[in-house]
């Protein structure tokens, strides 16, 4: 089976511009969350994607957004980019709302605001 | 707000000491996970926990939930270099992983 894969790994962009990262999830999961994680702190949930839905959001800004695909694959995009949002973006997937089963991270983007 | 405290925040064992990783929660929650990341690396998945008195064991690291008292531990037999890493639990609540602040495990010759 497949595991989690991301991209792009390395990323950096100027204050005020757009991202796109993506995220491919693992082979039979139908669940895709996404984390931002700076550098030296534990990993903050953004949202997460359930039948193509959002399905719980943290404590995020309207300018994070993000899709799942019929494949189940998503793609996180944040607006109008702050400096603050230098960090490494973790997805993860998992079967159903991964309570069972645990969720499988990717090796995440690393993303750099400059 | 569910809160998620794990201590100590730094360990720093000698090869071949037996130590103990605490993670306490907040909130209700039978959902209980560990991972570890490498620098800059992503999470590994070490054990799902799922119900009050769940232990599981893989290798040198056994971890155990007690969901009454809100508390998971991980517990570290016989440390060797390569369990170093930075450790997290994570409580599941409303579809979402809450994480701790994070153990990072130092150990040395």
């Known amino acids: 089976e497949t595991g989690v894969t991301q991209s792009p790994t390395h990323l950096i962009k100027t204050r005020g511009q757009q991202v796109t990262l993506r995220c491919s999830s693992q082979s039979g999961h139908n669940t895709v969350s996404w984390y931002q994680q700076a550098l030296g702190q534990g990993p903050q949930f953004i949202f997460q994607?359930?039948?193509?839905?959002?399905?719980g959001r943290g404590n995020f800004p309207p300018r994070f957004s993000g899709l799942q695909f019929p494949n189940y694959s998503s793609e996180l995009n944040v607006n109008a980019l702050e400096l603050d949002d230098s960090a490494l973006y973790l997805c993860?997937?998992?079967?159903?709302?991964?309570?069972?089963?645990?969720?499988?991270f990717g090796s995440g983007t690393r993303l750099t605001v400059v | 707000e569910l809160k998620v405290e794990q201590n100590p925040l730094f360990l720093s064992m000698q090869e071949g000491k037996n130590y103990t990783i605490y993670c306490n929660y907040s909130?209700?929650?039978?959902?209980l996970y560990w991972y570890r990341q490498d620098p800059g690396k992503s999470l590994e998945s070490l054990f799902v926990?799922?119900?009050?008195?769940a232990v599981k064991q893989e290798g040198r690291l056994m971890a155990s939930l007690d969901t009454k008292a809100r508390l998971s531990t991980l517990h570290i037999t016989a440390a060797v270099h390569d369990l170093s890493a930075t450790y997290f639990c994570?409580?599941?609540?409303?579809?979402?992983?809450?994480f701790g602040t994070g153990t990072r495990l130092q150990v040395t010759l």
């Open positions: 993860a997937s998992s079967f159903f709302l991964g309570t069972d089963y645990g969720y499988t």
């Open positions: 994607y359930y039948r193509e839905e959002e399905n």
């Open positions: 994570a409580v599941n609540t409303l579809s979402k992983l809450t």
């Open positions: 926990l799922l119900s009050n008195g």
């Open positions: 909130t209700t929650s039978d959902r």
